[in-house]
């Protein structure tokens, strides 16, 4: 390693701390593992079920795993890496902090600590220079798009997450989940997997489960995802006179599990109701109230008062 | 890049300095026998360690031994001895 390779450069420095790492090495596995297992082996799993399908059907059992896995993953990276994990919006157990950081690792966004100081990069600097993922930074509203969307990922330097996220690298449970992130993504991959091989019946139900289940769940995930990133600073409603430009996209609202109200969040990052109104509907606030009653989850924040 | 002669405890409380500036955990709550990750240096922690631990020890580093040797104690003693 030469002293290029090793840390020094920084974009920026708060409080005498880097917050991104400019290392050959970091970047280079970030790059690969944005290339290869958040986006092309996704999107060649997705063809490959589309094509499996004319073949062999895609009937009840491919939308139940495809539901189920899909419901069971945006619960891990909405609930978890985004409300729970990084913006702290309510406190669980070490059962239900597993439970997030292991479906939401299912999604092959990253491990959860280093999706966390990412994200709190971007509040911090949303759509200013800083933000990781701005649609506005790229000189054309194409180059924006495509940055926002997807390109951010492959050009990125690793944020610091002794900066942005030291309280989950200090806290032992998250940092060994964290650790063993491509355990987790593998084991979302296997799940309908064997539910395809036991329910359906041999090869042809297993890799039913793990097309449909497995990379093309990841695929829509993550396009829907990215959709949040990208679309979601472009299109929709401004309610709040937020410093950035965030939208309320409420089509996207579903899918997205109530992130797409995404002015809103922007407005109260730290609530982990993001459906303001009695219709703007909220999957993942639904879920943090059901185990609210469940008594799996406490000390739930709530918007604060603001000045529209 | 000089290479100087460094003792193990002087590379020992650079890195509990270092640790303790960068995690901002108390120097007195960083046990030198506990691992890297116990004390959470993950692998982006672990580069910025590294590239200024470089500085300290006048050779270059690579990050993988903060795996091979996971203790303060451990990397501290083999980098010592690397030093004579």
């Not at chain 1, 050959?24 to 790059?31: G, T």
């Not at chain 1, 966390?116 to 933000?131: F, Y």
């Not at chain 1, 330097?157 to 989940?177: C, D, G, M, S």
């Amino acid at each position: 390693m030469n002293k290029q390779q090793s840390v020094k450069a920084a974009q920026s420095i708060h409080g005498g701390k880097h917050v991104i790492v400019e290392n050959k090495m970091l970047q280079n596995s970030q790059k690969m593992h944005a290339i290869y297992i958040t986006n092309v082996i996704p999107t060649l799993g997705f063809i490959g079920a589309i094509i499996f399908s004319i073949y062999y059907g895609f009937g009840l059992f491919e939308v139940v795993i495809l539901v189920l896995m899909y419901f069971i993953s945006v619960t891990g990276m909405e609930v978890g890496y985004h409300r729970f994990f990084t913006h702290a919006s309510f406190k669980s157990n070490s059962f239900i902090t597993s439970f997030l950081a292991i479906t939401g690792s299912f999604c092959a966004m990253g491990p959860v600590i280093y999706w966390v100081a990412n994200h709190r990069r971007h509040h911090r600097h949303s759509d200013k220079d800083g933000d990781p993922h701005s649609p506005h930074k790229s000189g054309s509203f194409l180059k924006g798009l495509w940055h926002s969307h997807i390109g951010w990922q492959y050009e990125d330097n690793a944020p610091n997450t002794a900066y942005f996220a030291k309280e989950l690298l200090k806290n032992p449970l998250v940092f060994q989940l964290n650790k063993y992130y491509l355990v987790w993504l593998v084991l979302g991959l296997l799940i309908p997997t064997v539910i395809g091989f036991f329910i359906v019946g041999g090869w042809v139900g297993a890799l039913s489960g793990f097309l449909w289940g497995g990379l093309a769940r990841i695929f829509i995930v993550n396009q829907v995802t990215f959709s949040v990133t990208s679309l979601c600073h472009i299109y929709g409603k401004k309610e709040y006179d937020t410093n950035e430009e965030s939208r309320n996209l409420a089509i996207l609202a579903i899918p997205t599990f109530g992130q797409s109200w995404h002015n809103n969040h922007h407005a109260f990052p730290n609530s982990a109701y993001i459906g303001l109104k009695w219709w703007q509907i909220d999957i993942g606030g639904m879920i943090i109230t059901v185990l609210k009653f469940l008594g799996l989850a406490w000390d739930i924040q709530k918007p604060k008062k603001r000045i529209k | 890049m000089i290479k100087k002669l460094i003792t193990n405890e002087e590379i020992e409380d650079w890195l509990v300095s270092n640790i303790s500036q960068v995690l901002e955990i108390e120097k007195d709550e960083i046990d030198t026998t506990l691992t890297f990750n116990r004390l959470g240096v993950d692998s982006i922690t672990g580069v910025q360690i590294t590239g200024d631990l470089e500085e300290m020890v006048g050779f270059k580093i690579d990050t993988v031994l903060l795996f091979k040797y996971p203790t303060i104690e451990k990397i501290s003693s083999f980098l010592s001895e690397k030093t004579k």
